[in-house]
Protein backbone atom coordinates (compact mmCIF):
# COMPACT_ATOMS: atom_id res chain seq x y z
CA UNK A 1 0.00 0.00 0.00
CA UNK A 2 1.16 3.25 -1.00
CA UNK A 3 1.85 6.25 1.87
CA UNK A 4 2.66 9.46 1.29
CA UNK A 5 3.69 11.98 4.29
CA UNK A 6 4.73 15.29 4.14
CA UNK A 7 6.78 17.57 6.67
CA UNK A 8 8.49 20.79 6.03
CA UNK A 9 6.22 23.51 6.57
CA UNK A 10 6.10 26.29 8.92
CA UNK A 11 5.51 30.51 9.30
CA UNK A 12 8.52 32.35 7.35
CA UNK A 13 8.60 36.32 6.19
CA UNK A 14 8.11 37.46 3.12
CA UNK A 15 11.24 36.84 1.19
CA UNK A 16 12.75 34.14 3.59
CA UNK A 17 12.78 30.02 2.48
CA UNK A 18 11.26 27.07 3.30
CA UNK A 19 11.91 23.66 1.97
CA UNK A 20 9.22 20.91 2.06
CA UNK A 21 9.49 17.12 1.71
CA UNK A 22 7.64 14.13 1.14
CA UNK A 23 8.50 10.30 1.50
CA UNK A 24 6.29 8.16 -0.78
CA UNK A 25 6.65 4.76 0.97
CA UNK A 26 5.07 1.13 -0.49
CA UNK A 27 5.60 1.93 -4.21
CA UNK A 28 6.33 -0.19 -6.44
CA UNK A 29 6.32 1.01 -9.97
CA UNK A 30 9.46 1.84 -12.05
CA UNK A 31 8.11 5.19 -13.38
CA UNK A 32 6.31 8.19 -11.48
CA UNK A 33 5.04 11.41 -12.44
CA UNK A 34 4.57 13.14 -8.58
CA UNK A 35 3.84 16.78 -7.97
CA UNK A 36 3.01 19.36 -5.04
CA UNK A 37 -0.14 21.13 -4.82
CA UNK A 38 -1.52 23.83 -3.30
CA UNK A 39 -5.24 25.50 -1.56
CA UNK A 40 -6.01 28.32 0.20
CA UNK A 41 -9.02 29.16 2.28
CA UNK A 42 -11.70 29.61 0.44
CA UNK A 43 -9.74 29.21 -2.96
CA UNK A 44 -9.29 26.15 -5.73
CA UNK A 45 -6.54 23.75 -4.73
CA UNK A 46 -3.85 24.40 -7.52
CA UNK A 47 -1.07 22.63 -8.94
CA UNK A 48 2.40 24.41 -8.30
CA UNK A 49 4.55 21.75 -9.32
CA UNK A 50 5.38 18.30 -10.66
CA UNK A 51 7.98 16.11 -11.54
CA UNK A 52 8.39 12.51 -13.08
CA UNK A 53 11.43 9.93 -12.82
CA UNK A 54 12.98 11.03 -15.96
CA UNK A 55 13.61 14.23 -14.05
CA UNK A 56 11.10 16.11 -16.20
CA UNK A 57 9.15 19.15 -14.30
CA UNK A 58 6.59 21.40 -14.66
CA UNK A 59 5.82 24.69 -12.72
CA UNK A 60 2.52 26.81 -11.94
CA UNK A 61 3.41 30.23 -13.56
CA UNK A 62 3.37 31.69 -10.18
CA UNK A 63 6.34 29.75 -8.71
CA UNK A 64 9.06 30.13 -11.71
CA UNK A 65 12.28 30.97 -10.92
CA UNK A 66 11.53 30.64 -7.12
CA UNK A 67 10.66 27.14 -6.60
CA UNK A 68 12.60 23.97 -7.49
CA UNK A 69 11.23 20.48 -7.26
CA UNK A 70 13.63 17.21 -7.16
CA UNK A 71 12.89 13.91 -6.65
CA UNK A 72 15.34 11.07 -5.35
CA UNK A 73 14.18 8.03 -6.91
CA UNK A 74 16.41 5.65 -5.32
CA UNK A 75 14.56 6.94 -1.59
CA UNK A 76 10.88 8.43 -3.74
CA UNK A 77 11.63 11.14 -1.94
CA UNK A 78 10.23 14.67 -3.40
CA UNK A 79 11.10 18.16 -1.84
CA UNK A 80 10.14 21.35 -3.05
CA UNK A 81 12.72 24.09 -2.18
CA UNK A 82 10.77 27.43 -1.70
CA UNK A 83 12.67 31.24 -2.19
CA UNK A 84 11.35 34.45 -2.28
CA UNK A 85 8.30 33.34 -0.53
CA UNK A 86 5.13 35.97 -1.09
CA UNK A 87 2.37 35.83 1.32
CA UNK A 88 0.26 34.70 -1.76
CA UNK A 89 1.75 31.47 -1.11
CA UNK A 90 0.31 30.90 1.99
CA UNK A 91 -1.87 27.68 1.85
CA UNK A 92 -1.83 23.66 2.71
CA UNK A 93 0.92 22.50 0.75
CA UNK A 94 -0.16 18.83 -0.09
CA UNK A 95 2.48 16.12 -1.88
CA UNK A 96 0.94 13.75 -4.89
CA UNK A 97 1.85 10.58 -5.71
CA UNK A 98 -0.05 10.69 -9.07
CA UNK A 99 0.70 8.05 -11.15
CA UNK A 100 3.24 5.39 -12.82
CA UNK A 101 2.64 7.48 -16.29
CA UNK A 102 5.07 9.92 -17.24
CA UNK A 103 2.65 11.35 -19.68
CA UNK A 104 0.56 12.89 -17.01
CA UNK A 105 3.35 14.80 -15.54
CA UNK A 106 5.22 16.45 -18.85
CA UNK A 107 2.21 16.91 -20.98
CA UNK A 108 0.50 19.05 -18.18
CA UNK A 109 -2.86 16.68 -17.22
CA UNK A 110 -1.12 17.14 -13.68
CA UNK A 111 -2.29 20.10 -13.37
CA UNK A 112 -6.11 19.12 -13.79
CA UNK A 113 -5.59 15.18 -11.37
CA UNK A 114 -6.97 15.41 -7.70
CA UNK A 115 -7.48 13.21 -4.70
CA UNK A 116 -9.34 10.51 -6.81
CA UNK A 117 -6.15 10.31 -8.58
CA UNK A 118 -2.89 8.63 -7.41
CA UNK A 119 -2.16 9.21 -3.30
CA UNK A 120 -2.01 12.35 -1.69
CA UNK A 121 -0.88 13.18 1.58
CA UNK A 122 -2.48 15.13 4.43
CA UNK A 123 -0.69 18.25 3.52
CA UNK A 124 1.72 20.92 5.32
CA UNK A 125 0.80 24.10 6.37
CA UNK A 126 3.10 27.38 4.76
CA UNK A 127 2.45 30.65 6.16
CA UNK A 128 4.33 33.55 4.76
CA UNK A 129 3.72 36.86 6.34
CA UNK A 130 4.27 40.04 5.39
Known amino acids: QVHVAESGGGAVQAGGSLTLSCTVS????????AAWFRQQPGKEREGVAAIDTHGFTNYHDSVKGRFTISLDNANNTLSLRMNSLEPEDTAMYYCAALSSHTYDCYSGRWFTMGPDSGVWGQGTQVTVSS
Open 26 to 33: GYSGTTLC
